[in-house]
């Protein structure tokens, strides 16, 4: 059974950093070939959106464009964690941040209807 588990959410102010976790559970970041892993957030009302992501095929690494430069996505696959480090963070981006994986995918995608498993979310609130 794959299960994703976040932590490290929290309250920040505007311009501080934070630092997610994900610990995966049901499959090995190191022997499967053929996934992404990454995260999405949804803020209140509204719809996911994608934030970035670590694909298998190829270990390319994939932010949206808005958190490019500010947030870093990497992964411990002796420990079978994906993280994400966010430094200059904005109110905007007060949401609940989910850990998500797709388990056949050779490419990252945005969509989030391509991604079969999903963490039950960490809020993170960044306050002005």
């Known amino acids: 059974e794959v299960r994703l588990m976040e932590s490290g959410g929290g309250l920040v102010q505007a311009g501080g950093s934070l630092r997610l976790s994900c610990a995966v559970f049901?499959?090995?970041?190191?022997?499967?070939?053929?996934?992404?892993v990454g995260w999405f957030r949804q803020g209140a009302g509204k719809d996911p959106e994608a934030v970035s992501f670590i694909g298998s095929t190829d270990g390319r690494l994939y932010y949206e464009d808005s958190v490019k430069g500010r947030f870093t996505i990497s992964s411990d696959n002796a420990k079978n964690m994906v993280y994400l480090q966010m430094n200059s963070l904005h109110p905007e981006e007060t949401a609940v941040y989910y850990c998500?994986?797709?388990?056949?995918?050779?490419?990252?995608?945005?969509?989030?209807?391509?991604?079969?498993?999903w963490g039950q979310g960490t809020q993170v609130t960044v306050s002005s």
């Open positions: 998500v994986a797709d388990l056949t995918a050779a490419y990252c995608s945005s969509w989030r209807y391509e991604y079969d498993y």
């Open positions: 049901g499959f090995n970041l190191d022997d499967k070939d053929d996934y992404c």
